[in-house]
């Protein structure tokens, strides 16, 4: 029974060291002349790490091909495995990485380029704010009708 309690002590510590580590990052990216002009960009990066923590993360605190699948199939889009390998080496911004650090994470979201992944992330995003707003039973979009 003990050592359950254990196990999620440990995950517990595991997550708030992940933090520090994120939180280390938006500071970097907080100084960070190149994003000098960005609006809120302290609002924007919390809010970015709380995305980014809700994927399940790998020993080194990334997201690999397995965590980027799960946090998906929870948005109810499955993928391929060559969509996902796609879709990894389109936030890395090179040849396929197996994982996605949150450096590449950010630079993704505040980038210019249009990630599939960050459109996903952001239309998600706009998914939960309209449904706070309607009452009535929300209209399911669909991925087909974006590019």
Do not use: C, W
Not at 25 to 33: G, H, K, Y
Not at 85 to 95: D, H, L, R
């Amino acid at each position: 029974m003990d050592n359950n309690a254990q196990g999620g002590k440990a995950y517990g510590h595991l997550k708030s060291q992940q933090e520090e580590k994120l939180n280390s990052i938006n500071e970097a990216f907080l100084s960070d002349s190149k994003y000098a002009d960005e609006e809120d960009l302290a609002t924007k990066l919390e809010m970015f790490k709380k995305k980014y923590m809700e994927f399940d993360l790998n020993d080194k605190g990334d997201i690999d091909m397995m965590g980027l699948k799960r946090m998906l199939e929870k948005l109810g889009l499955a993928k391929t495995h060559l969509e996902l390998k796609k879709m990894m080496s389109e936030v890395a911004g090179g040849p396929s990485k197996d994982t996605i650090s949150y450096h590449d994470f950010l630079n993704m979201m505040l980038g210019k380029r249009n990630a599939i992944l960050k459109l996903i992330l952001m239309f998600e995003g706009m998914g939960k704010e309209q449904e706070q707003k309607d009452v009535g039973p929300p209209s399911r979009k669909t991925f087909s009708d974006l590019p």
